[in-house]
């Protein structure tokens, strides 16, 4: 354990799978921990109850940023992005327009007004400040069946590719990192196996890894994830936890 200092956290979708592994495995002490979701219920958490995929929702979490740094003069803040969807699966001609308006809301257009919603938040202060946002190996490859999940991804490395090299310009610079975090044992990865794989053929590959017991549990890649804020990465790095050594 790190020792106690004012450090805030804040993870979207800390209320299932990925995001309640990083809350559960947290490396400081004492930090305050925000998780932004619907559903909350993560224990020792603070809970801002918003639909993302509601751009009505945005600022409501920039108020958050701004507050609680206002508050408590923190000397380290963390914002990790990792609310996500794959919802609807299936080709883009067929799913249905509302759900896959939300899919672009929540995928694409929310982490780019949360990440520039964090940034101009932290823009100023004099503590050490860091942006994850949980990328997917969909940034690179295309998924039959999803398609505005790999576009998402695909915005979140660019996003991040272009304000890390803004952030170099100042100091100290936000850290922005973007890392996929390999194929995890939730509940996404059991709306894709359940998926017909005539529509989604990619499903196919992950019964395959959850028949093989080849799915990582959340806890690993979360303690991965924590281990990026100690290491010599460049604001603007993209990376797949894989690669870490
Ligand atoms: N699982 C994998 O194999 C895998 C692989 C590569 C990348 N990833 C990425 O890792 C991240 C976490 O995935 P996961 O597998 O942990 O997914 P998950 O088990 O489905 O959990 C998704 C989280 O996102 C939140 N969320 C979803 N829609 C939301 C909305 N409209 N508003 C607010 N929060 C919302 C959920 O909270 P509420 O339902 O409470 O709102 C939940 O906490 C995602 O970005 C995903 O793309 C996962």
Known sequence: MIPLRRILIWISGASAGLGAALAATVPFEGAELVDISRRGGTPGVHHVAVDLADP????????????????????????????????????????????????????????????????????????????????SGAAHRPHEGESSYCAGKAAIDQWVRTV???????????????????????????????????????????RRLEARGQLDKPETAARGIWSLLDRDLDSGTVLHLRDLT
Request: net charge negative; charged share 20%.
């Open 56 to 135: 009505d929702s945005w600022p409501v979490v920039e108020k958050d940023f701004r507050q609680r740094i206002e508050a408590e003069d923190p000397e380290l803040v963390v914002f990790i992005h990792n609310a996500g969807t794959l919802t609807p699966l299936g080709p883009a001609d067929r799913v249905d327009t509302v759900q896959y308006t939300r899919n672009v809301l929540l995928n694409s257009a929310a982490a780019q007004i949360l990440g520039h919603a964090f940034l101009s938040a932290v823009s100023g202060l004099s503590c050490e400040q860091h942006l994850i946002m949980i990328s």
């Open 164 to 206: 890390g090299l803004e952030q170099r310009h100042r100091s100290p610079g936000c850290r922005v990192i973007s890392v996929s975090p390999g194929s995890l044992d939730t509940d996404m990865q059991a709306e894709l196996r359940a998926a017909d794989p005539d529509q989604v053929p990619v499903s196919n590959r992950f």
